[in-house]
């Protein structure tokens, strides 16, 4: 981990089609091997079979399943006195968001399925109702820091 002063934030500007930054932050999450054109069909394919089955606007659906997939407060790692604790801490927004995209990533192109289009659909679908991997994912770290709080006198 560097110990020198942090990047500065790159400017993501808005995707095509819904003029929203979350929705390009997706697509650049989705895509592999600089093939943008292909991780724009999956996300907008995505959004399209979100909107038809959670019968609400795509971006709002989109904006709640990421919401509800978001962690809050995580665990790391602290050193004092030769043992290690799991310390409770808050996490940064962009650093939330990044977590939550990942998870929601990573959990579709685990579930069974034809296309990358139906599986990031479920998953979204899922997080929108509170349930699914990623979800659990957040509550799994919740919990962990939740049963690790009598270690947060050690924060820095």
Do not use: C
């Not at 934030?9 to 650049?28: C, F, M, S």
């Not at 609400?56 to 790391?76: C, D, F, G, H």
């Not at 929108?128 to 009598?150: I, S």
């Amino acid at each position: 981990m560097s110990r020198r002063n942090r990047p500065e934030q790159r400017i993501v500007l808005p995707d095509a089609r819904y003029g929203n930054e979350l929705v390009q932050h997706l697509i650049n999450k989705i895509m592999l091997s600089g093939k943008k054109s292909t991780a724009e069909r999956i996300v907008y394919g995505a959004m399209e079979v979100l909107e038809a089955r959670s019968k609400k606007p795509a971006m709002e659906a989109l904006e709640q399943s990421i919401r509800n997939a978001t962690p809050l407060i995580e665990v790391r790692p602290r050193r004092v006195g030769g043992a290690t604790y799991q310390v409770p801490m808050e996490i940064r927004e962009d650093r939330r968001l990044a977590l939550a995209l990942r998870w929601l990533i990573q959990s579709a192109r685990k579930r069974p399925g034809k296309s990358m289009v139906d599986k990031l659909s479920g998953e979204l679908l899922d997080a929108l109702n509170n349930q699914g991997n990623t979800v659990k994912k957040r509550e799994d770290t919740h919990k962990m820091a939740e049963a690790n709080r009598a270690f947060a006198h050690y924060r820095w």
